[in-house]
């Protein structure tokens, strides 16, 4: 019995390591309850920043009065509340965003708006309002187009795009190993893509008694394969 157990741990390690050098990128969701639930925000993460927009005056263009200093180019402007025509706060699990978040574009209806993180990151996550088909983020590394998602990539259960109460189109998005990119550009053909609590992190590396556990399990399993060709 115990020998069936360490084989099978030695081939979940295994397994583990495969997938996570493939690096393809997963997107998951989670329910934002208010812009003070941090909870949906993946803390799993070294060191990850977050972008409130809460230190901004309203009606503004994102600028130096935030919480991170990240460089802003574009069209976009920090609001509060909805304005009917131009945007709609995000819906929590019960009510509207009530803090400061970010509206691309603003005032026009096509337009997007560039982050300059100053450093490269493999995770990203926001608070999505009312998902549109029409918001796109695209992720780079210096001049190169490394991923970019459209609202058609949410999908979160069913496919009420637009829907500004609908739980399945206002979530927290996160995704999970991206290729590494140093800037995001948020684009909407159409009013509008509405953001919050933009998070960037980095997955941790593997501990060295990780890699050891990994390489004990190969040798595991050559040996393994020799006894039975040996039989």
């Not at 706060?89 to 400061?100: H, I, K």
């Not at 500004?164 to 399945?168: E, H, N, V, Y």
């Given at each position: 019995m115990t020998k069936k157990i360490y084989l099978t741990a030695i081939t979940g390690v295994f397994f583990l390591s495969l997938t996570s050098s493939v690096n393809a990128t997963t997107i998951n969701y989670f329910s934002q309850d208010s812009d003070a639930d941090k909870t949906s925000v993946y803390t799993y993460f070294d060191n990850f920043?977050?972008?409130?927009?809460?230190q901004a005056p309203i009606n503004t263009a994102p600028s130096g009065s935030l919480d991170q200093s990240w460089t802003w180019t574009g069209s976009a402007n920090?609001?509060?509340?909805?304005?009917?025509g131009q945007y709609a706060?995000?819906?929590?699990?019960?009510?509207?965003?009530?803090?400061?978040y970010l509206s691309v574009p603003n005032p026009s209806s096509s337009g997007s708006i560039t982050a300059q993180l100053g450093a490269t990151y493999?995770?990203?996550?926001l608070w999505w309002g009312s998902v549109d088909t029409y918001n796109t983020i695209s992720f780079f590394n210096g001049s190169t187009l490394t991923q970019s998602f459209t609202g058609s990539d949410i999908k979160n259960g069913n496919d009420e795009y637009g829907n500004?109460?609908?739980?399945?189109t206002n979530v927290y998005v996160n995704f999970l190993d991206l290729e590494r990119f140093d800037s995001f550009v948020l684009?909407?053909?159409?009013l509008a893509f509405e953001i919050d609590n933009i998070a960037v992190g980095n997955a941790p590396v593997p501990e060295p008694a990780t890699m050891l556990l990994f390489g004990t399990g190969l040798v595991g399993l050559s040996s393994l394969r020799f006894r039975k060709k040996k039989k």
């Open positions: 920043l977050i972008e409130t927009f809460n920090v609001v509060n509340g909805s304005a009917s706060a995000p819906f929590g699990t019960t009510s509207r965003d009530q803090s400061n493999d995770y990203f996550g500004q109460t609908a739980p399945s684009t909407s053909t159409s």
